[in-house]
C-alpha cells in the first residue's frame, strides 16, 4: 500500500514568459564572470557557488558574506525573488518498499519525476533530464509521452538539491524521464558540477548515465572533462540488430555494434565502469541464443549486465520473463564468465519502477 504527502493540492506551472535568471545550474567560472559583469570583484562570484553547492542554501538571503547591494543585484535578477533557483517537489509518493518518486514543475510548464532507491546501506537516486522522451522505445512509459522539452542544468541539480534525503544518498543514476544525451549540453553542465570537488564533491564512480546510444553525443561524454570517469551504462535489452530495431528505433541510426565499436576505439572500458542494461520479455530475448549472442557482441570488453525485470504496460504485447527464467538466464551469462546481476523491481505501486515514469497525467490535469 502507498502513501502519498503532497505540498499542494495542484501542482502550479509556471509562466514560461516570467521565469526568472536562476543562479543554479551555473558552474563557477560563470558566477565568476556574471560577478564582473554586475561590477562585483570576480571572487564573488566564487563565494556564490560555495553557498550554492557546499552550503545547498535555497535563498540568496542566506549567503551572509557577500554585500548588501550584491544580494540585492541578484534578487533583482532573480525577478525580484529571493530563490537561487532551487524548488522543493509539489508532491511525493512512498511505495511500500521504502522508495521515494518526487515530481517537480518544470520551466516549461511541465513537470518531471525523480525517484529515491533505498537499498540497505546504498541511497540512489535516479534523476531525469527530459520532460518525457523522443526516443520511442516501446516498452517504456515515459517514451510514451511523447517528448516535452530539455531540463535545464540547474533543473537537473534541483531534483538532487531539494530534497530532505540529499545527505544520505550514495549514488546518482541519470536513468529517469528523458535520454541524458539527447540533453548533453546540460546534462554535462550537471555532471561537472556534481563531481567539482568545489561543487557537490561526489565521486565521478558513483554516478551513471544510462543511453540508448546516440554516437556523437556518445564520444563526447566519453571525452568529457569530469572530475573522474562516470560510469556508463547502455540499453542493450537484445544483441540482434533486427530484434534491438523493433524495441528501440534508435538501432536505425545508431546501431548497437558501432555503440560497442566507440566504446572498444576509445578503450573507455578501462577507464570507467560499463554496463549494459538489458529489460527481459518472454519468449523474445530470454533464450540460449540470445546468451550466445551477448557472449559475441561484447567479447573483450570489460563490463557487467544487469537483467531488468520488465513492468508491464497498456497496450503493449511484450510479456515479462517470470523470475525463476530470470535467475536461469543469468546463469547461463555466467557460464560464459559474464557478470550479472539481477535488479530488484522497487517502487513499482507507485510508478516509480525503471520504465513507468510518466507526467502527462499531471500535465493534462
Wanted: aromatic share 6%.
Amino acid at each position: 500500500m502507498s502513501t502519498t504527502a503532497e505540498t499542494t493540492s495542484e501542482p502550479d506551472r509556471p509562466d514560461p514568459r516570467s521565469l526568472p535568471s536562476t543562479l543554479l545550474g551555473m558552474d563557477r567560472e560563470e558566477l565568476c564572470r556574471m560577478a564582473e559583469n554586475l561590477g562585483f570583484p570576480a571572487y564573488r562570484g566564487t563565494q556564490i557557488h560555495h553557498w550554492l553547492y557546499r552550503r545547498t542554501v535555497r535563498e540568496i538571503g542566506q549567503m551572509t558574506n557577500l554585500p548588501a547591494a550584491l544580494r540585492e543585484t541578484l534578487r533583482d535578477r532573480a525577478g525580484g525573488t529571493d530563490t537561487v533557483g532551487a524548488h522543493p517537489p509539489v508532491s511525493v509518493n512512498e511505495s511500500s518498499d521504502g522508495t521515494r518518486k518526487y515530481l517537480f514543475p518544470t520551466a516549461h510548464g511541465g513537470f518531471v519525476e525523480s525517484a529515491l532507491i533505498p537499498e540497505g546501506k546504498r541511497i540512489t537516486l535516479c534523476l531525469s533530464t527530459q520532460v518525457g522522451c523522443r526516443r520511442s522505445c516501446t516498452f517504456c512509459q515515459t517514451a510514451r509521452q511523447g517528448f516535452q522539452g530539455n531540463l535545464q542544468a540547474g533543473e537537473i541539480l534541483n531534483q538532487y538539491h531539494s530534497i530532505p534525503e540529499r545527505e544520505r544518498i550514495t549514488n546518482i543514476v541519470y536513468m529517469g524521464m528523458g535520454e541524458p544525451l539527447d540533453n548533453w549540453e546540460n546534462g554535462l553542465r550537471s555532471l561537472r558540477i556534481f563531481t567539482d570537488p568545489e561543487g557537490y564533491a561526489l565521486a565521478a564512480r558513483r554516478i551513471t548515465l544510462s543511453t540508448v546510444g546516440i554516437h556523437p553525443q556518445l564520444e563526447h561524454f566519453l571525452r568529457a572533462d569530469t572530475k573522474g570517469p562516470v560510469s556508463l551504462a547502455i540499453s542493450l535489452h537484445t544483441p540482434f540488430p533486427e530484434e534491438r530495431r523493433r524495441l528501440m528505433p534508435v538501432e536505425n541510426a545508431n546501431p548497437i555494434e558501432e555503440t560497442v565499436r566507440l566504446i572498444r576505439e576509445l578503450r573507455a572500458d578501462r577507464e570507467r565502469r560499463i554496463s549494459f542494461e538489458y529489460t527481459m520479455f518472454s519468449g523474445f530475448n530470454d533464450t540460449q541464443r540470445h546468451v550466445d549472442g551477448i557472449a559475441r557482441l561484447l567479447n573483450g570488453l570489460r563490463f557487467r549486465i544487469n537483467l531488468i525485470p520488465f513492468h508491464q504496460i497498456e497496450g503493449v504485447d511484450l510479456r515479462p520473463t517470470s523470475p525463476e527464467e530470470i535467475e536461469a538466464f543469468a546463469e547461463r551469462l555466467r557460464r560464459k564468465d559474464i557478470p550479472t546481476f539481477i535488479r530488484r523491481s522497487r517502487g513499482q505501486d507507485i510508478n516509480a519502477a525503471c520504465g513507468l515514469l510518466w507526467t502527462r497525467h499531471v500535465q493534462q490535469g
